[in-house]
């Protein structure tokens, strides 16, 4: 059984930051993706942030300059550093894990979300 797990989430004023994390357990072999979104109910959902197993980075245009993603393998935790944030980060931020495990690929596997609200 993989799991995946965010926390870190919470209200903060605009301008100030918040670093959220995405923990992986189970019976993981890798990690070889991991990707943040965000979505709030009945809109689509946005990328934020994405990372390879070599560390090679991706950003939505929204959130570039902005935001950090970065991970510790060894750990299987990954983290979204925000700062600058504006009202409109506001969200549900989800993390998803492309994982293999020692029974073999198990493909995209999401987490339950962590609340991002930033007041003005």
């Known amino acids: 059984q993989v799991q995946v797990v965010e926390s870190g989430g919470g209200l903060v004023q605009a301008g100030g930051s918040l670093r959220l994390s995405c923990g992986v357990s189970?019976?993981?072999?890798?990690?070889?993706?991991l990707t943040w979104y965000r979505q709030a109910p009945g809109n689509r959902r946005e990328l934020v942030a994405s990372?390879?197993?070599?560390?090679?980075?991706n950003y939505g245009d929204a959130v570039k300059g902005r935001f950090t993603i970065s991970g510790d393998n060894a750990k299987n935790t990954w983290y979204l550093q925000m700062d600058n944030l504006e009202p409109e980060d506001t969200d549900v931020y989800y993390c998803?894990?492309?994982?293999?495990?020692?029974?073999?690929?198990?493909?995209?596997?999401w987490g339950q979300g962590t609340q991002v609200t930033v007041s003005a």
């Open positions: 998803d894990a492309e994982v293999t495990a020692i029974g073999g690929y198990l493909g995209v596997i």
């Open positions: 990372i390879g197993k070599g560390g090679r980075s």
């Open positions: 189970g019976s993981v072999l890798s990690v070889d993706a």
